[in-house]
């Protein structure tokens, strides 16, 4: 099973009053050309589809397309809300494109929300997870002792339907102890939203959302693939992709993780970068 794994696209972004939405467009165009040549049995994407809850009309209207051409290629697309997110507004008119297998998270109500996907190894589950927060769950299990984020998605998972036999493979978003951080990413004080990284531990693989630069954690079991493009200072020396992919087999689970470039995408996030750095200084 092949899946392409994305994250933070925060579309309609402005970085110092700069808008990245035609460089957004851009890549977005460039995934999907990858997409294309990968052919993956679903597309990942993990949250912080907007930049803001209450996204300007132009921001919607990138959106739609990228999802359009991938619902016109069959491809599969699984979308999780992030907290830059409205869960409300980015569930609208969910049930409509769930015929067109573009799949929303709905609003969390404490019901598991998962999809079967089968191949020749047998069936694979999809979860789905948005970002969280302790007040959210606290509404939804008041009998449960909530107090942190870690407590928060510690009870989520609990409440999760999740099949140890078969492969199982998770959308969150949230903040993994022990990941970097980058400038551009809001930050809690004290730490107070970190989840440690035991609390995925039932899943095959954990496609994670919310920090901005590459990294894998538990041999690759967990991976934030970060963002597509660099949005602060602290990300221009880091080498960015426009999607990473993971293969599943069987219960041995051999990850086979890699990321995807396009060509020329690096060489235009370098001259992107650089020219809009130079510009604000």
């Given amino acids: ?82 907290n830059h997110d409205s869960a409300e507004r980015l569930a609208f008119g969910s049930q409509l494109m769930m015929e067109s297998q573009v799949i929303f998270s709905p609003v969390y109500d404490g019901e598991p929300v998962k999809y079967c996907m089968k191949d020749e190894y047998g069936e694979m589950w999809i979860h789905l997870l948005p970002f969280l927060k302790p007040a959210v769950v606290r509404h939804v299990f008041p009998e449960e002792e909530i107090t942190s984020y870690q407590d928060a998605v510690s009870c989520a998972v609990k409440h999760m339907q999740i099949d140890p036999t078969k492969r199982n493979v998770l959308l969150a978003h949230q903040f993994v102890t022990g990941a970097a951080r980058c400038d551009s990413e809001e930050v809690s004080v004290g730490g107070v939203d970190q989840i440690a990284a035991e609390t995925f531990q039932e ?79």
Avoid: W
């Avoid at 990245?20 to 851009?26: I, S, T, V």
């Avoid at 880091?238 to 599943?248: A, F, H, I, L």
């Avoid at 041995?252 to 020329?264: E, K, L, V």
């Fill in 1 to 82: 099973m092949k899946l392409i794994h994305l994250s933070d696209l925060h579309i309609g972004k402005r970085v110092n009053e700069f808008s990245m939405l035609e460089d957004q467009r851009y890549i977005l165009d460039q995934i999907t050309s990858i997409i294309e040549k990968e052919a993956p049995d679903a597309v990942l994407i993990c949250g912080d589809i907007y930049d803001k809850p209450v996204p300007p009309s132009d921001a919607v209207r990138v959106l739609d397309g990228f999802l359009t051409s991938l619902a016109q290629k069959k491809v599969p697309v699984f979308l999780i809300s992030g």
């Fill in 203 to 281: 899943f095959d693989y954990t496609a994670l959302g919310h920090i901005h630069s590459p990294q894998n954690f538990k041999n690759g079991k967990m991976r934030y693939c970060g963002t597509p493009l660099k949005y602060s200072f602290s990300e221009c020396g880091q080498k960015k992709s426009d999607g990473c992919g993971t293969e599943r087999k069987r219960n041995n689970r051999d990850p086979g993780d890699r990321s995807f470039t396009a060509p020329g995408s690096e060489e235009y996030q370098g001259e992107l970068s650089g020219s809009f750095f130079q510009g604000i200084l």
